[in-house]
């Protein structure tokens, strides 16, 4: 019951006087609604360049391949296809897919028209690095690379050069034989390879015609998407692992090498950390301030109700009472100002988010962790601002209190 009383005299005590709760609140409002905004922006920045960021390249994204031996001048050991079948088997869900891929130019011809391209000499499963969409037909399949069938996927620049009046599937044009056009990228689809890419201008073909034309084997660059972007440095781990039990060491150095895209963007994290702290602190200021206009405004209750804390103690409320007593009310009051921050921080980050879409294309919520860490942190001012108030109150003498004028 005692407990019950406490919030009733709290709630009684906001609301005797609005107009002086609303000013010694409007710190604490302000501070909050700027800590969430500023949580809110940073966070959106964050999003948005990580999906400008995937959309070029996944992020989750491991390079494998033999490392180069500067004292023989050669490279120590080539990823083969078996060792993509033994990665495959060995790691199992700790990978979403694994491929392969040679990169270089060439002129693709079709009836006198020529177009210099870069081919991309890959497995099917290329398809599951990058969201691929085709106007026409489709990507060429495992059989198509068991049986070297001269097919090819042009890119939408290409197939638009080569083939002004459109319908290019079916049609063959010489790479270094003739192939035939099985599919053709989508208008929309852009590089996932080239930073900044226009309309794509690559062209996809089986790997296994591509080392039979050139005479090479096993020399391509090994891409591994990890199921888990959060541990893909473990996951990069877990890959060497399994080739040095294969392939065993050098003087101790594995013979291969690996690194992941993660590695390259972890000073996002970094400044998004930095900024949100020293924004944060700034913000922070105006809820110091706040406090101390609570500790203000708390010491002036407690003058006002001098009597009715000596009669309080007159009818044998102990000090542990009226310190629960003021301490709460402190704690309410601050505890309303958060929630008007809260709301207020919500509405500017509404009015911000609308404004960034005008510019990009952007979709982010407040976090919710942020609005438990408003609440969390305006209860921490109402405590710490309000326990010296609360102990003067606690420390009254009742016969003096009783007499104050």
């Given at each position: 019951?005692?407990?019950i ?22 710190g ?5 609604a700027a ?27 491991i ?16 990823v083969?296809?078996?060792d ?18 040679y ?5 693709l ?9 870069d081919?991309?000499?890959t ?7 990058y ?16 049986t070297?069938?001269q ?25 270094y ?9 989508s ?20 790997l296994t ?16 998407r ?44 970094i ?6 702290v ?5 913000a922070?200021?105006?809820?110091l301030?706040a406090?101390i ?6 010491l ?7 009597k ?36 207020l ?12 879409r ?19 942190f ?28």
């Amino acid at each position: 019951m005692k407990w019950i009383e406490y919030i009733r005299l709290a709630f009684a005590e906001i609301f005797y006087n609005k107009m002086r709760t609303f000013l010694t609140l409007l710190g604490i409002i302000i501070g909050i609604a700027a800590v969430m905004i500023i949580i809110f922006v940073v966070h959106g920045a964050e999003i948005y360049i990580m999906s400008e960021l995937e959309s070029v390249l996944p992020l989750d994204l491991i390079e494998v391949s033999g490392r180069w031996d500067y004292d023989r001048q050669r490279m120590m050991a080539n990823v083969t296809m078996e060792d993509i079948n033994y990665i495959k088997n060995k790691l199992g869900k700790d990978i979403r897919s694994i491929t392969a891929i040679y990169q270089t130019d060439l002129e693709l011809n079709y009836q006198g028209r020529v177009y210099d391209a870069d081919i991309i000499a890959t497995l099917p499963s290329f398809q599951d690095f990058y969201k691929m969409s085709f106007s026409e037909g489709h990507f060429f399949t495992d059989i198509d690379l068991e049986t070297r069938n001269q097919v090819v996927v042009l890119g939408y620049e290409i197939a638009r050069e080569l083939f002004p009046e459109g319908d290019a599937l079916g049609k063959k044009i010489d790479i270094y034989g003739p192939y035939t056009v099985i599919g053709v990228l989508s208008e929309s689809y852009k590089s996932p390879l080239v930073t900044g890419g226009t309309n794509d201008n690559w062209a996809f073909i089986p790997l296994t015609n591509f080392e039979r034309y050139f005479g090479i084997k096993d020399r391509f660059a090994v891409l591994i998407r990890a199921a888990d972007r959060g541990n893909i440095g473990r996951t990069q781990a877990k890959i060497l692992e399994a080739l040095d039990e294969k392939y065993g060491l050098v003087e101790g150095e594995s013979k291969f090498q690996a690194f992941n895209l993660s590695e390259g963007i972890e000073g996002i994290s970094i400044i998004k950390i930095v900024l949100m702290v020293l924004l944060s602190g700034v913000a922070s200021i105006t809820l110091l301030v706040a406090g101390i206009g609570v500790m203000n405004i708390m010491l002036v209750i407690i003058t006002e109700r001098t009597k009715e804390i000596g009669l309080r103690k007159a009818l044998g409320a102990s000090r542990g009472d009226i310190l629960i007593q003021f301490i709460i009310e402190s704690i309410f009051l601050c505890l309303l100002g958060g929630v008007l921050g809260i709301v207020l921080g919500y509405l500017g980050s509404n009015l911000a988010l609308n404004y960034a879409r005008e510019f990009i294309n952007l979709e982010v919520a407040v976090p919710f962790w942020s609005v438990i860490l408003s609440l969390a942190f305006t209860c921490g001012v109402g405590l710490f601002f309000g326990i010296y108030p609360a102990a003067k109150a606690a420390k009254l003498d009742p016969i003096v209190a009783l007499q104050y004028e």
